[in-house]
């Protein structure tokens, strides 16, 4: 088994303990070797109602430091939408450096999880 393999499973075995609702989506995170994507998704409609990446920030630095603004903009997305709880699906990734600083800046920015 690969590393793929084995988030893949690790994913999945998180997924059967994680779902969304309207009221309290799941949120989100796949990370990429370049970028961090973060989406809200209601499982019970199966829709997305929200996303947010590193694609839309502007500007350099560190990875880690774009996975917290990217925190932070996904619970500016969903405090618009008026959401404030969410349940934490870290995609099968350690909960560790991005993953880490995106949660820690979206619980700062509001988000309760």
Do not use: D, F, M, P
């Given at each position: 088994m690969n590393r793929r393999s084995q988030r893949k499973l690790r994913h999945h075995r998180v997924r059967a303990k994680v779902v969304g609702s309207q009221s309290k989506p799941r949120l989100n995170v796949f990370?990429?070797?370049?970028n961090i994507y973060v989406?809200?998704?209601d499982d019970?409609?199966?829709?997305?109602?929200?996303?947010?990446?590193?694609?839309?920030?502007k500007g350099?630095?560190?990875?880690?430091?774009?996975a917290a603004e990217?925190?932070?903009?996904?619970?500016?997305k969903s405090l618009a939408l008026?959401?404030?709880k969410v349940v934490f699906d870290r995609?099968?990734?350690?909960?560790?450096g991005r993953i880490k600083e995106l949660a820690e800046a979206a619980r700062a920015a509001g988000l309760e999880f």
């Open positions: 990370r990429s070797l370049s989406q809200l998704i019970e409609n199966g829709r997305t109602l929200a996303a947010a990446s590193s694609q839309e920030i350099n630095g560190k990875k880690s430091q774009i990217v925190g932070k903009l996904a619970a500016q008026g959401i404030k995609g099968g990734y350690k909960y560790h």
